[in-house]
């Protein structure tokens, strides 16, 4: 009977023992899946959060417009036309290819615009030297260079503009000036062109006395005058034809016995790229 109490006794301590210990686990683990539930809400909040941070950040649908896309950037090809064939021993009004590029910065105005712009054209002709005349440096053919003449047409003015539909008409003027490199004839030495008889100098000395010439007296000074009209050939292109004409600041006596003697002509096509949203 000892023995079976004592079992019994032991019996009751473990049984005891059994719903302490399932008492306290049941107490923790609602502690665990609150603390569970309670991760998973800021996991949520901070989704959310994120979210709508990222809502706040999307772009803008409507176009921006930044600084560059109010210029516009234009090329093309010209015939620049020299006017200075008189005493007629110079080329006969020599006519030459002239690449030129353009800028123009952003426009002021709604519907007739104006726009400050840059452009520069090159043409390489040849020069010769006639120290008998009273121009001396004049454009000559191949046969008869003594020196090779690079031009810089750099042009400061103001473009003015009028859109209608698909045609844009353009209005321009300002200042030029030609920044002539002047170098020895392709194929020249020091000995060629001189002639001891008549006083001839040589072709090194005929380039010196060119590149005098046409940096002195304001020779290299224009003021110039543009128009042109442009259709547009998509949204961010327009083409269409440019004319200009460069008037001397400086005409000798021999310029002035010729109709325009010493003006400059321009005439090509025009390529412009601007954004559309102007």
């Known amino acids: 009977m000892d023995v079976n109490r004592h079992h019994l006794r032991v019996c009751f301590f473990l049984a005891l023992l059994a719903f302490a210990g399932g008492a306290l686990f049941s107490q923790e683990e609602p502690a665990a899946d609150s603390n569970a539930a309670e991760q998973t809400e800021q996991i949520e909040q901070a989704e959310q959060q994120a979210e709508d941070s990222g809502d706040s950040t999307e772009e803008d649908p409507r176009p921006k417009i930044r600084i560059i896309d109010r210029f516009i950037f234009a090329f093309g090809m010209s015939i620049f036309i020299l006017k200075e064939d008189y ?31 840059l452009s520069l054209d090159i043409y390489r002709t040849h020069y010769r030297w006639v120290a008998q005349l009273e121009c001396p440096a004049l454009p000559a053919e191949n046969e008869n260079r003594s020196a090779t003449v690079w031009g810089f047409v750099l042009s400061v003015k103001g473009q003015g503009s009028y859109t209608y539909n698909r045609l844009n008409l353009r209005l321009s003027g300002g200042i030029s000036a030609d920044l002539r490199a002047v170098t020895l004839g392709e194929d020249l030495n020091e000995a060629d062109m001189e002639d001891a008889w008549d006083g001839t100098p040589s072709a090194p000395a005929q380039k010196d ?44 006596n021999a310029a002035k016995t010729i109709p325009l003697g010493g003006y400059r002509f321009a005439v090509g096509l025009r390529v412009s790229f601007q954004n559309t949203y102007q």
């Open 87 to 117: 005493d007629f021993q110079s080329a006969p009004m020599p006519v030459l290819p002239s690449p030129f590029l353009s800028l123009s910065f952003p426009k002021i105005g709604k519907t007739f615009f104006f726009r400050p712009e």
């Open 209 to 252: 006395l060119i590149k005098d010439y046409v940096w002195q007296d304001l020779r290299w000074l224009f003021g110039e005058l543009g128009l042109g009209a442009d259709f547009a050939v998509s949204e961010k292109c327009i083409a269409g034809l440019d004319v200009r004409m460069f008037l001397p600041f400086s005409r000798n």
